[in-house]
């Protein structure tokens, strides 16, 4: 039996739409990524799963449990890490942490508490009004993590952490997960989604517009091909009566940077009759893929290419 389950969410605001018939459900043991811009309906879903929002329509069960809106609904085994963590200002972090876990009943985390923070270097006798952003993210990954939940919801829990400590942060997750706890992880970071989840379901405009394991997204990507020329050859116009379903990326001295869908037999042949120095084929990455589901539509292909140049798409 799934651990979490969402069944035909829908949420609407007046004639607004923030969230439209989604369905997944997560698995223990299992990393889920939710991925889509600002505005497309993450957080409104995470509310509703926590209990608070109340769904237009659609159910969220979480550990066999249907989640009703107003009510903490098996809190004491979730772990939440909302985007916008925010803690009294006065306390210090060891008393916020400690009245935190005591809502759910006696805190029995003071152990685990301490060696979450030794772990991430956070000193716990400072005022939480005090800390740095980054420290105060700190404390807000103590206070998903610190109970051993079955259920963790996290929400960008690695922003405003340097590299180091986002890479323990990406282990705790995976930790827990090993432990048997499902996890919905939702980020900004599609580097490190495609490192630690095995699913993502990937909104647009409130509706899930992809529900399906990492690899299988990245493979439904356009496929990429690179292609430097002998020295002093001109690079040659793509023929675009030839190749409808092949767009440039880059094309500079020397050099031309493809996409394409399909078979590259054709393109290789064509490329054939000059003088080639070297072919690379790059790999698509789950950036790529992940921004072609926000063209396509809306954008001629062409544009798709020049986007991923001018927001740093991977080569």
């Known amino acids: 039996m799934p651990t979490l389950e969402v069944k035909s969410l829908t949420k609407r605001y007046g004639s607004t739409v923030a969230v439209d018939d989604v369905t997944f459900a997560i698995e223990p043991g299992e990393i889920f990524g939710y991925l889509g811009p600002n505005g497309s309906g993450k ?57 935190l876990a005591a809502l759910g009943g006696r805190d029995h985390a003071r152990k685990r508490r301490m060696e979450l923070a030794e772990r991430l270097d956070l000193d716990l006798n400072r005022r939480v009004g005090e800390l740095s952003k980054g420290n105060r993210q700190k404390v807000g990954v103590l206070f998903a993590f610190q ?3 079955e259920v963790l919801v996290l929400d960008e829990p690695t922003g405003g952490l340097d590299p180091l400590l986002r890479q323990i942060v990406l282990d705790l997750i995976r930790e827990a997960a090993d432990a048997g706890a499902a996890v919905l992880l939702s980020s900004h970071d599609l580097s490190e989604v495609s490192a630690i989840c095995g699913r993502a379901g990937i909104l647009r405009q409130g509706k899930l517009v992809e529900l399906a394991p990492i ?31 092949v767009h440039l990326i880059q094309r500079g001295p020397g050099l031309l940077d493809l996409a394409y869908h399909g078979s590259a037999d054709p393109l290789l042949k064509w490329l054939a009759q000059f003088p080639v120095e070297r072919i690379a084929t790059p790999q698509t990455s789950l950036e790529e893929a992940f921004m072609q589901y926000y063209q396509v539509g809306s954008a001629p292909a062409g544009v798709v290419a020049r986007t991923l140049v001018s927001e740093g798409g991977p080569s």
């Open 43 to 99: 957080t409104t879903t995470i509310r509703c799963i926590m209990g608070l929002l109340r769904p237009t329509r659609g159910q969220v069960h979480v550990l066999g449990r249907r989640v009703r809106s107003g009510r903490a609904t098996e809190h004491a085994r979730i772990g939440y890490l909302p985007g916008e963590f925010r803690l009294w200002k006065f306390p210090r972090g060891r008393r916020s942490l400690h009245l």
């Open 147 to 149: 109970h051993e939940p």
């Open 215 to 245: 690899s299988q997204i990245v493979q439904q990507g356009r496929r990429r091909l690179k292609v430097w020329f002998a020295d002093g050859t001109p690079v040659p116009p793509i023929p675009a009566e030839q190749f409808r379903d």
